[in-house]
């Protein structure tokens, strides 16, 4: 999709690894706390005291018996969920040893606590504690420990949120509730004691009906240590922790059930790949989450909520199309109000205010909006504004728009020389064979990279060049093919090969990418959402080629092309000219234009212009025909704004190499 963005700075967005390599491959971990009992015996000593290192002897200065007094230290690092220290918290620590273990604590500038426990190793051979920490405006959490004699350090992170749950985000008692009970199900079934079934029972009324996470987390963790076999009770643990703050043993909870599973220690089973995923997707990695929950679709197929968190990744990632496939699916197997909200903004996100209006009133069902929360109101107003865009596209007929195209007074600069066509009758093969020419270039495209260079520019009364910026990338392209139509994936890399993008935006530039896509308005599949017109031939370079009108159907078309500001974003409807070569049927100039103005956001003009010209690659047969440059001019706001792309040296982009190519070929001239 071609992008254009004008307010605010921005950037955009398979191999033989297992899906567990792949799904924590973007995982770490940079907080951690530990208890550690270190032995006072100075015979036992010599070693260091972190992980991995052994322990070494400190004698309680108050007592003489230097055997059996062992020091326990409790150290750690309080974080926020992205990692980021947390100063001033306090950190709770209590600890079930005689005589009472409370001490409280706050963390230093870094986030880090540390206190100690003297201990005689012949009265507590192992004690239990438990970690809470808080700070105003965070919910607490807590950690649960089982400490025995050792030398190696365990360590264990403390996460602080922010404030209440990510109104974008499944809240997790939304998550808890919907898996607790099926595992609850499952659990029944499971071999456990009595004893342990008593406890399995108070944790659950704990955590889910008195909502008390801090005193559900020791009976649950008894169960499971007692019974690792049960892979529901140990799931349950996980959800308890991920509710507590304990992110990192609750995904050693969940990854732990998962491997069970592909074992075949047990029946595979949906839930801890969900909430594996919710965890994942709360840390905001989208496509790590994603990928889970198609692992759990294998499974379960049909499962609602396995569906809409897929489909909620997908908005994440800003696949509104992708979403949309999905979470109807999701509303389809039995999901929920959320589902359907969900839903509601994917088909915003596509650029269907109507469609959208009508999933927002299935998902109020009679409720009144202004005593909805902020973010659905929020909703209601932007589908409000598409809607009128739609009412403005509604009167426009893409028929009476390519009919007047036909005059070339009205496109002076573009269609002198036309040699006007007296009928429609070579319009079908002329489109049938330009369609064939994208389906094999999307079907056969490359990975490619290029160098290019943006001139980005303001522009004066009569187009005279005010400010100007250059920015140089190295343009990376793909073209994978999904089940919701075909698409193109861009990405920009700076000089140093990290992700980059166009800046500019607060010194009042434009950002502008996408060209690519541009052609697929001629794709087989989609030439049905266009009404197309021929024109007649004009040389072009010295060559002949068709010149075709075009203009979207909004009623049938997806579009292709998005402007945004701010955090507002709208999907644009296009009409064109577009120069196909009469020998090769290969489209070489494409320009587009606004299908109609749309004085609702300002904007009045926006046009792109493209050259095309053939690159071969090296073992290659194919040519492919590339954008060499483009111009994009922007009327939006009572400001005039142009960028220009150039670009050169193309190659073929693999994931560990790249491959030189010929330099582009331009039409041979008569």
């Given at each position: 999709m071609k992008r254009m963005s004008a307010n605010h700075e921005h950037s955009d967005g398979g191999n033989g690894m297992s899906w567990k390599r792949l799904?924590?491959?973007?995982?770490?971990?940079?907080?951690?706390?530990?208890?550690?009992?270190?032995?006072?015996?100075?015979?036992?000593?010599?070693?260091?005291?972190?992980?991995?290192?052994?322990?070494?002897?400190?004698?309680?200065?108050g007592s003489s018996d230097?055997?059996?007094?062992?020091?326990?230290?409790?150290?750690?690092?309080?974080?926020?969920?992205?990692?980021?220290?947390?100063?001033?918290?306090?950190?709770?620590?209590?600890?079930?040893?005689?005589?009472?273990?409370?001490?409280?604590?706050?963390?230093?500038?870094?986030?880090?606590f540390t206190t100690d426990y003297w201990l005689n190793v012949n009265a507590v051979g192992e004690f239990r504690a438990q970690l809470e920490a808080f700070k105003k405006g965070s919910p607490k959490s807590y950690v649960v420990v089982d400490m025995r004699p050792a030398?190696?350090?365990?360590?264990?992170?403390i996460t602080l949120l922010d404030g209440d749950d990510d109104p974008t985000m499944l809240s997790r008692a939304d998550l808890i509730s919907t898996l607790a009970a099926r595992l609850q199900a499952k659990a029944a079934t499971a071999?456990?004691?009595?004893?342990?079934?008593?406890?399995?029972?108070?944790?659950?009324?704990?955590?889910?009906?008195?909502?008390?996470?801090?005193?559900?987390?020791?009976?649950?963790?008894?169960?499971?240590?007692?019974?690792?076999?049960?892979?529901?009770?140990?799931?349950?643990?996980?959800?308890?922790?991920?509710?507590?703050?304990?992110?990192?043993?609750?995904?050693?909870?969940?990854?732990?059930?998962?491997?069970?599973?592909?074992?075949?220690?047990?029946?595979?089973?949906?839930?801890?790949?969900?909430?594996?995923?919710?965890?994942?997707?709360?840390?905001?990695?989208p496509g790590v989450a994603a990928g889970i929950f198609l692992k759990a679709l294998q499974i379960a197929p049909q499962d609602p909520l396995a569906l809409q968190e897929l489909g909620r990744s997908q908005m994440q990632l800003q696949n509104w199309q992708g979403a949309d496939v999905y979470l109807e699916k999701a509303l389809e197997a039995g999901a929920g109000a959320e589902a359907r909200f969900l839903r509601t903004r994917a088909l915003l996100g596509e650029g269907f205010g109507i469609a959208a209006s009508k999933e927002m009133a299935s998902y109020l069902n009679g409720r009144d909006l202004k005593t909805m929360p902020v973010f659905v109101r929020q909703v209601s107003t932007l589908i409000e504004e598409r809607k009128r865009l739609e009412e403005s596209y509604a009167k426009v007929r893409p028929e009476d728009v390519v009919r007047t195209m036909t005059d070339p007074r009205q496109e002076p600069r573009?269609?002198?020389?036309?040699?006007?066509?007296?009928?429609?009758?070579?319009?079908?093969?002329?489109?049938?064979?330009?369609?064939?020419?994208?389906?094999?270039?999307?079907?056969?495209?490359?990975?490619?990279?290029?160098?290019?260079?943006?001139?980005?520019?303001?522009?004066?009364?009569?187009?005279?060049?005010?400010?100007?910026?250059?920015?140089?990338?190295?343009?990376?392209?793909?073209?994978?093919?999904?089940?919701?139509?075909?698409?193109?994936?861009?990405?920009?890399?700076?000089?140093?090969g990290s992700p980059g993008a166009l800046t500019g935006l607060s010194e009042g530039f434009m950002l502008t990418s996408g060209f690519a896509a541009t052609s697929l308005l001629f794709h087989p599949a989609l030439q049905s959402h266009t009404v197309f017109r021929y024109l007649g031939r004009q040389k072009l370079n010295g060559r002949d080629s068709f010149v075709l009108a075009f203009a979207q159907d909004p009623a049938k078309a997806r579009s292709i092309s998005?402007?945004?500001?701010?955090?507002?974003?709208?999907?644009?409807?296009?009409?064109?000219?577009?120069?196909?070569?009469?020998?090769?049927?290969q489209?070489?100039?494409?320009?587009?234009?606004?299908?109609?103005?749309?004085?609702?956001?300002?904007?009045?003009?926006?046009?792109?212009?493209?050259?095309?010209?053939?690159?071969?690659f090296n073992?290659?047969?194919?040519?492919?025909?590339?954008?060499?440059?483009?111009?994009?001019?922007?009327?939006?706001?009572?400001?005039?704004?142009?960028?220009?792309?150039?670009?050169?040296?193309?190659?073929?982009?693999?994931?560990?190499?790249?491959?030189?190519?010929?330099?582009?070929?331009?039409?041979?001239?008569?």
């Open positions: 799904i924590l491959a973007g995982i770490s971990i940079a907080v951690w706390s530990f208890i550690q009992p270190l032995p006072a015996s100075a015979q036992h000593g010599g070693g260091g005291a972190g992980a991995g290192g052994g322990g070494f002897g400190i004698a309680n200065p230097t055997v059996t007094q062992r020091r326990w230290i409790v150290a750690g690092m309080v974080t926020t969920l992205g990692g980021d220290p947390i100063s001033g918290a306090t950190v709770v620590v209590k600890a079930n040893i005689p005589g009472g273990g409370r001490k409280s604590l706050r963390t230093d500038i870094q986030g880090r030398d190696r350090a365990q360590r264990f992170p071999e456990l004691s009595p004893s342990g079934r008593r406890a399995y029972a108070k944790g659950l009324e704990e955590f889910l009906d008195q909502h008390h996470v801090d005193q559900a987390l020791i009976p649950l963790t008894d169960v499971v240590r007692r019974n690792p076999s049960c892979l529901p009770c140990r799931t349950m643990l996980g959800l308890a922790q991920f509710d507590s703050g304990d992110w990192v043993n609750a995904e050693h909870n969940f990854t732990g059930v998962i491997d069970a599973n592909e074992k075949g220690e047990s029946a595979a089973s949906p839930e801890p790949l969900i909430a594996y995923g919710e965890l994942e997707s709360w840390r905001h990695q573009d269609l002198q020389g036309l040699e006007t066509a007296t009928d429609q009758s070579p319009l079908p093969s002329i489109l049938a064979a330009v369609g064939k020419n994208v389906g094999e270039f999307l079907g056969n495209f490359p990975n490619t990279s290029s160098l290019e260079q943006v001139r980005q520019e303001k522009l004066r009364y009569m187009g005279a060049v005010g400010k100007t910026r250059d920015q140089d990338f190295r343009y990376l392209c793909f073209a994978p093919t999904e089940v919701w139509g075909p698409t193109f994936t861009e990405y920009r890399l700076d000089s140093a998005m402007f945004a500001w701010g955090d507002q974003r709208v999907e644009l409807f296009l009409r064109g000219l577009a120069w196909v070569d009469t020998e090769s049927y489209i070489v100039r494409i320009r587009t234009d606004l299908l109609t103005p749309l004085p609702e956001i300002s904007l009045n003009e926006e046009t792109t212009d493209i050259d095309l010209s053939e690159v071969h073992r290659v047969a194919q040519g492919f025909w590339l954008p060499q440059q483009v111009t994009v001019t922007v009327a939006w706001k009572g400001r005039l704004l142009r960028n220009i792309h150039k670009y050169s040296d193309f190659k073929v982009f693999q994931v560990n190499s790249t491959e030189k190519t010929s330099n582009p070929k331009q039409p041979d001239s008569k």
